[in-house]
């Protein structure tokens, strides 16, 4: 590998002077994140601030946001319901979705001890489908090893982090998805993928060259 | 606002020279963003464009010199060395290498060009200037669809027609507007239709195709890796930047900031076998004299200038005109270092495909099984992919696979072509004509890969404090599974980044219902959000003092967007006192021309209201409104009726005719004719005015307001004039004439162009954003919000990767990621 390259602080001031971006662009950014992020308030000012139209009809965020939480708070009946009353599409037409809200479903039986229930539901609605789709069916007999490990400190961890509050985020990140592309909205806010480009940028060029870091917390030059 | 949008592209450029102005409409395409208008400064020093229009010059004539045009005879005057060697000799010449001047990219060469040439490239490239100008000038986004490449189809391009220009000149292959760097991709083709075309995607992230490095005015002026001590000027630094005429600066290697990276347009007359022979367009080689005997001996070309890895693909396609006795033809990339008596893929650092059987030779003669033979007739597409430093074929458009490894890597690489028999001939395509094959959807999913490799990269929130600032307690860092925003170690500095951006422009509302969200929504937190959580009541609850500041601050501003100068001066000068002192008081300045500009506006809306409002004495109001406003426009004329102690407002003085029309410049409203220290305050000439015009007066309230609106506004020119007429800083000179300026026009707002400008909203908002920003900077927050830092260290880490050789940079494109949809 070349040596690295020394970038002159004048030469990268220039470089940052030369790109072009407005202030309607960056808060087009900031409108993407709040809708997408569920910010509604905020976003239907933000609205009339900027004098921006927002890309979704705002009540939408609302009722995503609603399903949201209600799959971070174990509620996932409440969520299918939700889902469906926005846009019954969305869990029809992407069945692997569907199994995962089912999924969830039965974790959350077997989380609050209700292991008859467990069963009876994972033999009827969840079998059938494991059936379908080997994927699936890994996934449900993952899921069903809890009930032999149940609470034991010593379950893998591939199976205790079933229990665990990522997987409900998980699930809620995986519809919160399905949602907004429903809406033909990006997944993930735009800033998030900006963060990602940044760090692959300048670690990228940190193996290449010398230049002047950001630290992104202040805006300002280390 | 939208309908402002396409004027607003031109704001931000207050060029006096008419020159200067033609630049600035030729870079309009990248400042078509719509938002330019919030932008808190204009995105470019003027100054430095003129290069890019020049920059297609020498290329350009050189390869008139080639051609048996009449241009020829004048190609012996020029002192530019390349030519010369570039002169028509075909057979004669021996194996010599282009001077290395040629291939280097950033061509430091290029600048002392523009004066040598004038005579022999305007005529070609006036014309398309022009136009595009106009088209641009009129705010109709020209649509384009690869425009040269149309007028080749439509074209006879057989046989007559050809003669005229042999040389080609086609823009920039289509294909490479995917590449993030597509602005430094360079054709010679008129620089005109390629900003046009690129204009109609949308103003890509990096203005960057000066053809010359840009001399950097002083560091001062990107105030980006500063906090504090530096000035909040540029935005009005146009003023004093230094005139497109003036000669370039020497260009130093360091400052070169954005080079041009030409592409290969034809074969290269010196770089090449002598048994080859380049046609005059450049575009075929044949083979003439005795075939080779033996595998030492053939003949191969390379392309006049390097492939720019910043491509992020490269591809061109070659047509076999003859195959010959045996077809022993060679196709793909060789470095400059490579023997022309080799076929490209014999000998290291090369890459072929060979006709006769199909195989590929990747830099040795042990060539393996690749794909098929071809023969006469065929057209052989040959791509290199930079972000995987492989290459590929194709065969009448079939993609025959990837090939190679490490193709490109540390050296430069040509487009190279090697033939061995007689009467074999070649014809190539660089993007002369369309592609067999469906390059563009080649490169864009290549660029949808690179992009989802890009964005599975994880979140590092100690990378992006500075790369050597480990504070943060390790637990940050944990959950090692999400990177996405379900990471709260993310998910908190990025709602402090969102909350940041709206506090830095006043957005008070939604940053408090932001902030109202977050809290309520309060989720299990890792330390790094507990402390913006803090943050955040602070702001909002336990001290008033930032919460307020950001009222005051958004007060302020908001005074200035609807023109309330007044309001804005006092509530600066209670609040940030320091602000109206900085730099001399320069931002007091500022407003105070902005005040002067407000009344000037009132005043000709005064007059309008005037005309409308009273159509029934208006055959005299009518007439005289545009008199009145012509003659005060007619600066001097105001003045002598000042001395003449007649008024400011006579409007029967009959020479006001003679004045009106030199009052349309706005530079001939001198600046010192409104310097009359006589105080005509508008209660001393009004009585004058009533007692002589007193027809008028009593039927035309209206008028009277007029002409009280338009006293009061020349009063406070003089008062400003006479303030500042000592001061002899340049921007401030260049300013006040600006601004006296607007006075000219009976209608600033309706005037357009830069009177428009300087009257309009787009002003106000310009102002406005310097405002908070000189407010920010003396309460020591940066001027630019670290959101905003966060895009441009983005973008400009793609730019310098791209010119880093890293071809992966090529396929982040920003402004189709982040701001298009």
């Known amino acids: 590998m070349a040596p690295k390259q020394q970038i002159r602080k004048e030469e990268w001031e220039r470089r940052l002077h030369d790109v072009q971006v407005s202030k309607t662009d960056l808060n087009r950014l900031v409108m993407d994140y709040l809708v997408i992020e569920g910010f509604k308030t905020a976003a239907e000012e933000f609205s009339k601030e900027a004098g921006l139209a927002s890309p979704v009809d705002l009540e939408s965020i609302e009722s995503r946001m609603n399903i949201r939480e209600a799959l971070q708070r174990g509620d996932v009946g409440e969520a ?63 899921t069903m090893a809890l009930l032999a490990f149940e609470s034991s400190p010593s379950a893998p961890p591939s199976i205790s982090d079933l229990l665990s509050p990522a997987q409900r985020m998980r699930t809620a990140s995986a519809v919160n998805a399905a949602i907004l592309e429903s809406l033909s909205q990006g997944k993930e806010a735009k800033l998030v993928a900006l963060l990602k480009l940044l760090c692959w940028g300048e670690s990228m060029l940190d193996e290449r060259a010398e230049f002047p870091k950001l630290d992104i917390s202040e805006g300002t030059f280390k | 606002m939208s309908a402002r949008r396409s004027r607003s592209t031109s704001i931000s450029v207050p060029a006096s020279s008419s020159t200067a102005r033609l630049e600035n409409v030729i870079s309009m395409p990248f400042l078509a963003s719509p938002g330019l208008v919030g932008s808190p400064r204009p995105r470019m020093t003027n100054a430095t464009r003129p290069s890019l229009t020049v920059s297609s010059g020498p290329t350009t004539t050189a390869r008139r010199n080639v051609a048996t045009s009449p241009v020829r005879s004048i190609s012996g005057s020029y002192s530019y060395s390349n030519a ?46 022009r136009q595009s100008t106009t088209r641009l000038n009129s705010g109709i986004t020209p649509v384009y669809h690869a425009p040269m490449r149309t007028v080749e189809g439509s074209a006879p391009t057989t046989a007559p027609a050809v003669t005229h220009t042999q040389t080609e000149v086609f823009p920039r292959p289509t294909y490479l507007d995917h590449s993030a760097l597509r602005d430094l ?79 290969p347009t034809r ?66 990339f060789s470095s400059p270092d490579v023997r022309l008596s080799r076929l490209p893929g014999w000998e290291k650092q090369s890459w072929g495909y060979h006709a006769d059987d199909g195989w590929s030779f990747p830099g040795h003669k042990d060539g393996s099984p690749y794909g098929p033979t071809f023969d ?46 007689t009467s074999e001939s070649i014809r190539v395509n660089f993007g002369h004509a369309p592609f067999k094959y469906a390059i563009e959807d080649h490169v864009h999913s290549q660029q949808n890969c690179v992009w989802a490799d890009i964005q599975s990269t994880k979140i590092n929130w ?61 989720v299990p937190v890792a330390s790094t959000s507990a402390k913006v959580e803090q943050d955040m009541d602070t702001d909002d609850n336990t001290t008033i003092g930032p919460d307020q500041e950001l009222r005051t601050r958004v007060d302020i501003v908001n005074a200035v967007l609807r023109g309330d100068v007044d309001t804005a001066l006092v509530q600066t000068r209670l609040h940030f006192p320091t602000v109206l002192e900085r730099e001399q008081g320069l931002m007091l300045f500022k407003l105070r021309c902005r005040k002067f500009v407000e009344l000037s506006v009132e005043a000709s809306e005064a007059l309008k209201r005037a005309k409308q409002l009273q159509p029934q004495p208006t055959q005299e109001v009518a007439e005289r409104g545009p008199e009145l406003h012509s003659r005060v426009s007619a600066g001097e004329d105001v003045n002598m009726d000042g001395m003449d102690g007649e008024g400011a407002m006579d409007v029967d003085d009959p020479s006001h005719e003679a004045h009106s029309d030199s009052s349309m410049n706005s530079s001939s409203v001198s600046t010192s004719t409104l310097s009359a220290t006589e105080d005509r305050s508008e209660t001393a000439s009004r009585p004058r005015q009533a007692s002589r015009s007193p027809s008028a007066r009593p039927t035309s ?45 009976t209608d600033p707002l309706a005037a357009g162009g830069e009177v428009a400008e300087m009257a309009g909203q787009e002003a106000r908002v310009r102002l406005g954003n310097e405002l908070n920003q000189a407010i920010l900077e003396s309460q020591g927050k940066p001027v630019h919000p670290a959101l905003e830092m966060l895009y441009r260290q983005s973008a400009a880490c793609i730019t310098q990767l791209g010119l880093l050789n890293v071809g992966s940079a090529a396929f982040a494109d920003m402004p189709k990621e982040f701001l298009e949809g």
């Open chain 1, 80 to 142: 299918i319901t939700r889902v469906n009353d926005l846009n019954p599409e969305i869990l029809d037409t992407n069945p692997s979705l569907y199994f995962c809200l089912q999924q969830q479903k039965l974790i959350e039986f077997i989380r609050q001890g209700r292991i008859s229930e467990a069963l009876e539901f994972a033999q009827e609605e969840l079998a059938p489908r494991g059936e379908e789709n080997p994927e699936f069916l890994a996934e449900l007999e993952k």
């Open chain 2, 84 to 129: 010369a060697s570039r002169s028509p000799v075909h057979s004669t010449s021996p194996p010599v290498f282009e001077p290395r001047i040629i291939r280097a990219g950033p061509s430091p060469a290029r600048p002392v060009d523009p004066a040598c040439f004038p005579s022999v490239t305007s005529p070609p490239t006036a014309p398309t200037r």
């Open chain 2, 185 to 263: 991709l360079q054709t010679d083709a008129p620089i005109s239709s390629v900003d046009a075309r690129s204009a109609e995607a949308r103003a890509p992230v990096t203005w960057s195709t000066s053809a010359y490095p840009i001399s950097v005015p002083a560091v001062s002026h990107y105030p980006y890796l500063r906090r504090v001590q530096t000035p909040v000027t540029e935005s009005e630094d146009e003023g004093s930047s230094p005139p497109p005429s003036t000669a370039p600066i020497a260009p130093n290697p360091v400052l070169m900031a954005n080079p041009v990276l030409r592409l």
């Open chain 2, 267 to 332: 074969w290269s007359e010196q770089d090449r076998h002598p048994p080859l022979s380049v046609s005059p367009d450049g575009r075929e080689l044949t083979f003439i004299g005795p075939s080779c005997i033996g595998e030492k001996d053939s003949a191969a070309a390379r392309a006049n200038h390097p492939i720019p890895p910043a491509c992020g693909i490269y591809y061109y396609e070659v047509e076999i005109l003859h195959k010959g006795s045996k077809g022993h033809i060679s196709l793909g």
């Open chain 2, 376 to 421: 006469t007739g065929d057209i052989i597409g040959c791509g290199v992919d930079f972000s995987q430093h492989r290459a590929f074929y194709t065969k009448n458009g079939t993609f025959l696979g990837m090939v190679f490894e490490n193709v490109g890597k540390g050296h430069e690489l040509y487009p190279a072509v090697g033939l061995r028999h």
């Open chain 2, 462 to 522: 100690d990378l992006l404090q500075g790369i050597n600032k480990y504070e943060e307690p390790s637990d940050s860092r944990e959950s090692p599974k999400t990177s996405g925003i379900e990471d709260d170690s993310v998910k908190a500095p990025l709602r402090k980044l969102v909350l940041s951006y709206l506090a830095h422009h006043g957005y008070a509302k939604t940053a408090h219902a932001f902030q109202a969200q977050c809290e309520r929504s309060r």
């Open chain 2, 701 to 745: 309230p209206h008028a009277a307001a007029a002409r009280q609106a338009l006293h009061t506004a020349l009063a406070f020119g003089q008062t400003l004039e006479a303030d500042y007429k000592h001061d002899g800083r340049p921007e401030i000179r260049a300013h006040l004439k600006r601004t006296f300026g607007v006075v000219a026009y």
